[in-house]
């Protein structure tokens, strides 16, 4: 049964960065793309980057391109998401998932394709 954690969220100033991290467990993440997904109060969930199984695909919303980097460790089964640049519109509890179904060079953007979710981790940009 594969598990997924989310770390590394928090309180952080307009400007600010956070690392956040996802670990998997009971599961391979070969052949599967990894997506961060995030969700405001009174707001969808809105897909902001993912990451395919070859990493030669990733995807990043036009709200946090050129901000946000994704990143993955095949040796450990994490996947990262750095974030720069904060905002308080990034403000939200983030997801990680894994997808339903085996793909390799794809990264897949919808949540549809997604079968396996974190607990999620608060992020609040506030000063």
């Known amino acids: 049964q594969l598990q997924l954690v989310e770390s590394g969220g928090g309180l952080v100033q307009p400007g600010g960065s956070l690392r956040l991290s996802c670990a998997a467990s009971?599961?391979?993440?070969?052949?599967?793309?990894i997506g961060w997904f995030r969700q405001a109060p009174g707001k969808e969930r809105e897909g902001v980057s993912c990451i395919a199984s070859s990493d030669s695909s990733k995807y990043y919303s036009d709200s946090v391109k050129g901000r946000f980097t994704i990143s993955r460790d095949k040796s450990k089964n994490t996947i990262d998401l750095h974030m720069n640049s904060l905002k308080p519109e990034d403000t939200a509890v983030y997801y990680c998932a894994v997808s339903k179904r085996s793909v390799y060079y794809d990264c897949l953007r919808s949540a549809v394709e997604y079968g396996y979710w974190g607990q999620g981790t608060q992020v609040t940009v506030s000063s």
């Open positions: 009971g599961f391979p993440l070969d052949y599967r793309a």
